[in-house]
């Protein structure tokens, strides 16, 4: 089962972007996220508080639609899905 | 003409474009890179989510405020003091109808499509900060 993790602004810079990668079935969002995230100290402390939970500004995608970051822990990833994590938007 | 896009726009055309025989105002809001004490800004965007958001919210506003045209262009990639950013050109039967048509469309944007600015400085860069508060936690 694949999944493309996307990550935008200071997160990709730390953590890159446009990540495929192979999950197991059943593996939630925050699973997957956390992860991926732990390859960068930085970049997991960017996304995730001390108890391992979504900073509340984290913003998620699910294939271009917004889940709520307390949803993730409870919710699977599927295959195909195209993931997307990123901070407050500043545009304009 | 609803985009995302590196290239910069004739304001000049867009308002010629916009104007309609019942037209009887156009508003233009020009976001401009500012110099604080910036190189360079450089821009990035979720584009395929971003434009769909432009497109929903130029839609929203035709609705709410009897919007005769619309046109959202908002620039990616890197930009120097002075260059564009965001151009929004509404047209309207009125002043009051193009005024919180622009208004409404800009304010929308700030809120929520998916677009970061990245202030690049002599000594590196720093990302604007956005507004908190919409990354959905419940509260218990």
């Known amino acids: 089962m694949t999944v493309k993790i996307r990550f935008f602004a200071q997160f990709r810079e730390l953590l890159g972007t446009d990540i495929i990668t192979d999950v197991s079935s059943g593996m939630t969002f925050v699973a997957l996220i956390q992860t991926i995230a732990k390859k960068n100290p930085a970049g997991y402390t960017a996304i995730f508080d001390e108890n391992g939970a979504f900073r509340e500004f984290v913003i998620l995608m699910k294939n271009g639609k917004r889940i709520d970051i307390t949803d993730a822990a409870k919710t699977p990833v599927v295959d195909g899905d195209d993931i997307a994590v990123f901070p407050p938007v500043a545009g304009g | ?140």
């Open chain 2, 1 to 140: 003409m609803i985009s995302i896009q590196t290239e910069d726009v004739d304001i000049g055309v867009l308002i010629r474009e916009a104007k309609k025989p019942e037209t009887g105002a156009v508003v233009v809001f020009d976001g401009v890179v500012r110099d604080d004490n910036i190189t360079e800004m450089e821009l990035e965007a979720y584009e395929d989510v971003a434009k769909q958001e432009l497109e929903r919210i130029a839609g929203d506003a035709t609705v709410k405020f009897r919007l005769q045209h619309v046109d959202i262009i908002h620039r990616i990639g890197r930009l120097l003091v002075g260059e564009n950013i965001l151009i929004i050109v509404v047209a309207a039967g009125h002043r009051n109808e193009a005024y919180d048509g622009s208004r409404f469309i800009i304010e929308a944007i700030k809120a929520g499509v998916p677009i970061w600015k990245k202030e690049l400085t002599k000594d590196g860069g720093r990302w604007v900060p956005g507004e908190h508060g919409h990354g959905t936690k419940k509260t218990p």
